[in-house]
Nanobody, 126 residues
Framework: EVQLVESGGGLVQAGGSLRLSCKASGSTLDDYAIGWYRQAPGKEREGVSCISRSQGTTYYGDSVKGRFTIASDNADNTVFLQMNSLKPEDTAVYYC???????????????????WGQGTQVTVSS
């Protein structure tokens, strides 16, 4: 079983930056694609970004392209999401997720996600 532990959420003003971390245990980054979903109150869950070391692929949702960057530290089994130029509409709970590939993000669903983190709150004030 894979455990995912997120950290790095918080409160930031619009235009600011945050970096989320997702540390995986019970498996390595070679075994799963690791990514982030987010969900705001009253809104559907949204796939934000994903990285697959084994396939050499990354995914970014249209709403975060050019602002967010995903990267992995394979030695530490940790994936980072650097979020720059944050907007109030980025406010949500961000969940780390482990799936076989990043393809599930393209469909807009999360059917292929096997494991979830506990979530971390990101709040962007205007």
């Amino acid at each position: 079983e894979v455990q995912l532990v997120e950290s790095g959420g918080g409160l930031v003003q619009a235009g600011g930056s945050l970096r989320l971390s997702c540390k995986a245990s019970g498996s390595t980054l070679d075994d799963y694609a690791i990514g982030w979903y987010r969900q705001a109150p009253g809104k559907e869950r949204e796939g934000v970004s994903c990285i697959s070391r084994s396939q050499g692929t990354t995914y970014y949702g249209d709403s975060v392209k050019g602002r967010f960057t995903i990267a992995s530290d394979n030695a530490d089994n940790t994936v980072f999401l650097q979020m720059n130029s944050l907007k109030p509409e980025d406010t949500a709970v961000y969940y780390c997720a482990a799936s076989i590939t990043c393809l599930t993000y393209y469909s807009g669903g999360a059917e292929s996600v096997y494991y979830w983190g506990q979530g971390t709150q990101v709040t962007v004030s205007s």
